[in-house]
């Protein structure tokens, strides 16, 4: 079955870029059937929905982030991104990417997560 | 963008109660309503969407209700593995957004 796995610096200093991967086993990240998704949860606190991608490039941003975000997708690689720019220790998090059948409105497979510190 | 109101934020329950957790919408979002259940240190797990149909899976003792703003969870008979955190999020437009979570404890 489908797995999901994220990947990335555990550590990222103030100012700088926190940069993400997230890497499809068992399916195809350039199938038009799915919405590619990141997700975060500030430390013990809710989830926070960052955005999605679809295979051909198109984004839908959480407009809170909007300004620092961008995502990606490598379909050589059966991977899709993350980039957060100018992060400050409010952007600690545990990420999560997920999958989300487009026209099913739910997120069905998620990534263990990976937890991202930002401190100098 | 919509903001999802879950309540109570905690709750103890015993093994076999009966546990109902409610969900609101700041406007009506249809029938387009997830729940998810999150285990400490886990990714959260897929429950309930079009805030009625269970994932595949998913014990018969869950089910959900509503539409518009209004939603519920309800576990007929709480079991030990279902003490977690309950979350539901809309999925009427982007930006999808979170219920803040409801901890189900034990009692």
């Known amino acids: 079955q489908v797995q999901l796995q994220e990947s990335g610096p555990g550590l990222v200093k103030p100012s700088q870029t926190l940069s993400l991967t997230c890497t499809v086993s068992?399916?195809?990240?350039?199938?038009?059937?799915?919405?590619w998704t990141w997700i975060r949860q500030h430390p013990g606190r809710g989830l926070e929905w960052i955005g999605y991608i679809y295979f051909s490039g198109s984004t839908y941003y959480n407009p809170s982030l909007q300004s620092r975000l961008t995502m990606s997708v490598d379909t050589s690689k059966n991977q899709f991104s993350l980039r957060l720019n100018s992060v400050t220790a409010a952007d600690t998090a545990v990420y999560y990417c997920?999958?989300?059948?487009?026209?099913?409105?739910?997120?069905?497979?998620w990534g263990k997560g990976t937890t991202v510190t930002v401190s100098s | 963008d919509i903001r999802m109101t879950q309540s109570p934020s905690s709750l103890s329950a015993s093994v076999g109660d009966r546990v109902t957790i409610t969900c609101r919408a700041s406007?009506?979002?249809?029938?387009?309503l997830v729940w998810y259940q999150q285990k400490p240190g886990k990714a959260p797990k897929l429950l309930i969407f079009a805030a009625s149909t269970l994932q595949d899976g998913v014990p018969s003792r869950f089910s959900g209700s509503g539409s518009g703003t209004d939603f519920t969870l309800t576990i007929s008979s709480l079991q030990p593995e279902d003490f977690a955190t309950y979350y539901c999020q809309h999925s009427d437009g982007p930006p999808r957004t979170f219920g803040q979570g409801t901890k189900v404890e034990i009692k």
């Open positions: 068992g399916g195809s990240v350039s199938s038009g059937a799915y919405y």
């Open positions: 406007q009506s979002i249809r029938n387009y």
């Open positions: 997920a999958r989300e059948p487009r026209s099913r409105y739910y997120m069905d497979v």
